[in-house]
């Protein structure tokens, strides 16, 4: 298994462009997630989706946006890119097992790092 | 407002020491309580903590929650190289949301 995978790992954009943040896992979990990490700021959740078709927004959702089309896929959308979105972005995923069992153990993917001019 | 925090923000002992890095939090609708470990890039789980007083094991490392006092405590026994990381803490408020705090950096010196 490969895990949590993203692409790009380095980006630079200027303001105003767009560009998607790709990110896979093939561990068929239901939950994925992306999170931004910032000093100072401890990751933050951007947005998550709990499976196919279905997503919700999470602490810091504007200026992005996700789609869910497979369980296996979750691209981060920026639409119109500015400096405050130079960070660390990871994406994450992990089983739904059922209240009892479930560990909440995310599984993060090596990371984008994205520089704004 | 929630928040979730860690102390201290870095720390540096020489192998063989014993740490103790702690995570305070006040966050409404608490359901459990995660330690993360983050070496150079992807943080990788170490535990979860929902019940107070039960510590939970791994090799050197051990944890602990007190729900009455909200915090949590991580111990790094006969500490090593490879433990040099950034701890992170989060606090789960939802079914499937997380508040992380900043974390701890620890080095360990030879």
């Known amino acids: 298994n490969a895990g949590v995978t993203q692409t790009p790992k380095f980006q630079v954009l200027k303001t105003g462009q767009s560009m998607t943040l790709q990110c896979a896992q093939d561990?068929?979990?239901?939950?994925m997630s992306w999170y931004r990490q910032d000093p100072g700021m401890g990751l933050r959740l951007i947005h998550y989706?709990?499976?196919?078709?279905?997503?919700d927004q999470g602490e810091v959702p504007n200026g992005y946006n996700v789609s869910r089309s497979t369980t296996e896929d979750f691209p981060l959308r920026l639409l119109s890119a500015a400096p405050s979105q130079t960070s660390v972005y990871f994406c994450?995923?992990?089983?739904?097992?059922?209240?009892?069992?479930?560990?909440?153990?995310?599984?993060f993917g090596p990371g984008t790092r994205l520089t704004v001019t | 407002e929630d928040k979730v925090v860690q102390s201290p923000l870095s720390l540096v002992v020489h192998e063989g020491d014993t740490v103790t890095l702690n995570c305070s939090y006040e966050v409404t609708n608490f359901r459990s309580l995660l330690w993360y470990k983050q070496e150079k890039k992807a943080p990788t789980f170490l535990f979860m903590l929902t019940s107070s007083g039960i510590e939970k094991k791994s090799g050197r490392l051990s944890s602990i929650l007190d729900k009455k006092e909200l915090f949590s405590i991580l111990n790094i026994t006969a500490t090593q190289t490879g433990d040099s990381a950034i701890y992170l803490c989060a606090v789960r408020y939802t079914g499937n949301q997380f508040y992380f705090g900043t974390g701890t950096s620890l080095t360990v010196i030879p």
């Open positions: 989706s709990v499976g196919a078709g279905i997503t």
């Open positions: 994450a995923s992990r089983t739904i097992r059922g209240l009892a069992g479930d560990s909440y153990e995310q599984y």
């Open positions: 561990m068929n979990h239901e939950y």
